[in-house]
Structure formats: structure tokens, C-alpha cells
């Protein structure tokens, strides 16, 4: 396969790509390097199947040139950066849904017809305690960032139906682990090391959501892509459990040797405007396929705020 990764200096689509290059893959990386590292894909740019070009997708003519010759294309790139997206409310359209609307054209016109998107629970609005499995239909999305998620699965959808592209996205719960560099775990240890005494909490704490370890987020992808046949592919990705903000503020503290920590809370349940505070996604139909995390979100946290004070 010559796979064509975009965002694929960022945390997740690397460790894709690590995979990939593992197996024996030909792999170019498409990256603007705003939130992505080089560091994280170092150890591959000597390797002769491997190639790193810095670009943004909005350079269509850029885009279109370097993604010829390709077969599959994975499309992780987008604004990493929710808080961000609210003070800047065109970052999200362009970097999220313009972006993808120049992949699925670059594809079109170089003929490639495979691609496997990265979207997002946050697609399902405010579920409360719904448990939303991918048919799910009860709510509007609340953020910017779901809302471009939205578009960018409705456009893969209609590409797909009007030029016989074949298409697997995956909406993720939250994804955790190595090369995380951003996220209420990395967002809690950074605040401890500079005040070890009062930790402030956004929202109440009791915000509940699936957390996955990205090597079972890579093997989700992949196991998805190798056995599923349809025109159009739609899976959730989550972890078995979910577990709250105030659990993940103690792993924290456990983790860091921390005793006596004051927590302290920004009052509301969300914690920011857009957050949704309470998700429970159902992953039965990739489950019954036959993929299963290998953690529970408990135990990604603790795995990972390990792996974060290690670095």
C-alpha cells in the first residue's frame, strides 16, 4: 500500500504511521507541522518508503501534485485546538472541513478512491446519558469542531456515492497516551508542576467520557479497514468504561507522588462552551466485528499519565 497520512505529525496519525512503516507500507506524510512534531517521526527519514512534505491542505496545487501515485489516503489532519477554534470561528472550517474537501477533490482528480477519516463522538451533540451508537440521531452537535466533523462526514459521503469512493471513518472517544500533547492529562500535569498544591479543574469534575489508548485507537482503524466491505464504513472507537475528570485528577496526583492537593472547580458542568460533558458512545458494532481494546479507560489513564511523566 502507498499510504498518504495527513496530519501525520500529530499524536495519533503518527503512531499510525509507525504501524505502517512496521508492516512494510510505502508512507507520505502531509503536514503543516502548526500542532504536528518532526521528532515524532524522526526515526523514519532516513528510510527510503518514507517521505515528509510540510504543507497545508489548503494549498490545493501543493496538495493535488504530492498525492498522486498514492492508493490510500488517512485523513487525521485538522485544528487540534478547541479552545482556540472559539476565539478563531473560521479555524475549525478551514482547517477541519475546507481541508477535507481539498483531500476528497485532490483524490478525485488523481483517481485515488480509498480513505479512512478521523471524525468524533462529538459529532452526536449533547447525549446526555444516551449511549450513542453510530445510528444515532437524537441531538445537534454544540462545537465548532463537531460541526466540522459533521460537514466532513457528509461530504466523504456524498464524494463517495457520486465518484465510487470507498470510505472508513471512525468516531473517536478520547484518545490518549504517547506523544499526547494536549488533553486533561497533559493539561493537569503541566499545572501541578508549576502550582503542586491547587489544581483548577474546568467544569465540576464529574464529566464522564470514554478514554482509549491510541495503540488500541490504531489497531481499531485497522482492524475496521481489513474487515469491513461497505461503499461507506462508520465505526465507533471507545474503550470499555468511561471514567470522570476528578478520577483522572487523582491518577494525576497518585502518579506525581502528590498528597493533599487542592482542587478547585470553574463552577459549571461543561468545561468550556462546546464541551460535551457526559458522552457514552457505544462500540458493539466494531466489537461484534470482531476488535476489542485491550484497556479499559481506567487503565489507559493511568498508562498514560505514566507515559507523560516519563517524557
Given amino acids: 500500500m502507498k499510504a498518504f497520512v495527513t496530519g501525520g505529525a500529530g499524536f495519533i496519525a503518527s503512531n499510525l504511521v509507525d504501524e505502517?512503516?512496521?508492516?512494510?507500507?510505502?508512507?507520505?506524510?502531509?503536514?503543516n507541522l502548526s500542532s504536528g512534531k518532526k521528532e515524532f517521526l524522526a526515526h523514519h527519514s532516513e528510510k527510503a518508503n518514507f517521505r515528509l512534505i510540510k504543507a497545508d491542505l489548503l494549498d490545493s496545487e501543493r496538495l493535488c501534485e504530492v498525492i498522486k501515485g498514492h492508493d490510500f489516503v488517512?485523513?487525521?489532519?485538522?485544528?487540534?485546538?478547541?479552545?482556540?477554534?472559539?476565539e478563531e470561528t473560521d479555524l475549525d472550517l478551514k482547517q477541519n472541513?475546507?481541508?477535507?474537501?481539498?483531500?476528497?477533490?485532490?483524490?478525485?482528480?488523481?483517481?485515488?478512491?480509498?480513505?479512512?477519516?478521523?471524525?468524533?463522538?462529538?459529532?452526536?451533540?449533547?447525549?446526555?446519558?444516551?449511549?450513542?451508537?453510530?445510528?444515532y440521531g437524537g441531538r445537534l452537535t454544540i462545537s465548532l469542531y463537531g460541526a466540522s466533523k459533521v460537514y466532513s462526514e457528509h461530504l466523504i459521503s456524498a464524494f463517495s456515492h457520486i465518484y465510487g469512493l470507498q470510505a472508513w471513518i471512525f468516531r473517536f472517544a478520547n484518545i490518549i497516551g504517547n506523544r499526547q500533547t494536549h488533553?486533561?492529562?497533559?493539561?493537569?500535569?503541566?499545572?501541578?508542576?508549576?502550582?503542586?498544591k491547587e489544581l483548577l479543574i474546568l467544569g465540576d469534575?464529574?464529566?464522564t467520557k470514554h478514554y482509549l489508548f491510541v495503540k488500541d485507537c490504531i489497531e481499531g482503524i485497522l482492524y475496521g479497514i481489513e474487515n469491513s466491505r461497505e461503499e461507506m464504513n462508520i465505526f465507533n472507537l471507545a474503550s470499555v468504561g468511561t471514567c470522570d475528570v476528578n478520577f483522572i485528577a487523582n491518577a494525576v496526583c497518585e502518579g506525581m507522588k502528590l498528597e493533599n492537593v487542592n482542587f478547585t472547580y470553574s463552577g459549571s458542568k461543561q468545561g468550556w462552551k462546546g464541551d460535551v460533558p457526559v458522552s457514552y458512545l457505544s462500540a458493539k458494532k466494531i466489537n461484534t466485528l470482531g476488535w476489542k481494546p485491550r484497556l479499559t479507560s481506567e487503565e489507559a489513564v493511568r498508562k498514560t499519565v505514566s507515559i507523560l511523566l516519563e517524557k
Avoid at 505502517?20 to 503536514?31: A, E, F, N, R
Avoid at 488517512?74 to 472559539?86: Q, S
Avoid at 488533553?183 to 503542586?196: A, E, R, S, T, Y
Fill in 20 to 31: 505502517l512503516m512496521d508492516t512494510g507500507h510505502t508512507v507520505t506524510v502531509y503536514d
Fill in 97 to 135: 472541513a475546507i481541508a477535507t474537501r481539498n483531500v476528497l477533490e485532490a483524490m478525485r482528480i488523481n483517481k485515488i478512491n480509498r480513505i479512512m477519516f478521523s471524525s468524533s463522538g462529538t459529532v452526536y451533540g449533547n447525549t446526555g446519558t444516551d449511549i450513542a451508537d453510530e445510528t
Fill in 183 to 196: 488533553g486533561v492529562i497533559f493539561d493537569f500535569i503541566n499545572k501541578l508542576k508549576n502550582d503542586p
Fill in 205 to 207: 469534575g464529574r464529566q
Fill in 74 to 86: 488517512f485523513h487525521f489532519a485538522a485544528n487540534p485546538d478547541v479552545l482556540r477554534g472559539l
